[in-house]
């Protein structure tokens, strides 16, 4: 595989994980771990920076880039909300079970 078609399937993987963001898919595990494979395989070819810089400017790969950082951004705040909300309940539920403990604690000792 030469640079520019790892860098395509590059963009592929990346304009996949951007629509799977988009649909709020949380399946997108794999398509990581299939982006790190591509840039592994990068790695591993013997390029210049000119001819990178030239590919990845004709793919448009930089903004990509851009809008999947900016996409995971804001599922990140979503996820961070959700896990304040569950925290919010749980520290809720744990309060009324410890007023309801207390309450039965009163009235066992009166009988």
């Given amino acids: ?3 520019y078609e790892c860098l395509e399937n590059y963009k592929k993987i990346t304009l996949e994980l951007i629509e799977k963001i988009k649909q709020d898919n949380d399946e997108f595990e794999e398509l990581i771990d299939k ?4 840039l592994e395989k990068i790695k591993i070819i013997n390029f210049s920076s000119e001819e990178i810089k030239e ?3 004709d793919l448009d790969i930089i903004k990509l880039d851009e809008e999947l950082v900016r996409l995971m951004k804001v599922e990140q705040v979503k996820i961070k909300s959700k896990m304040d909300i569950l925290k919010k309940g749980r520290k809720a539920a744990k309060n009324y079970n410890r007023a309801f403990e207390f309450q039965n604690f009163f009235t066992a000792r009166s009988k």
């Fill in 1 to 3: 595989m030469n640079l």
């Fill in 35 to 38: 982006r790190s494979e591509v």
């Fill in 55 to 57: 590919i990845v400017d």
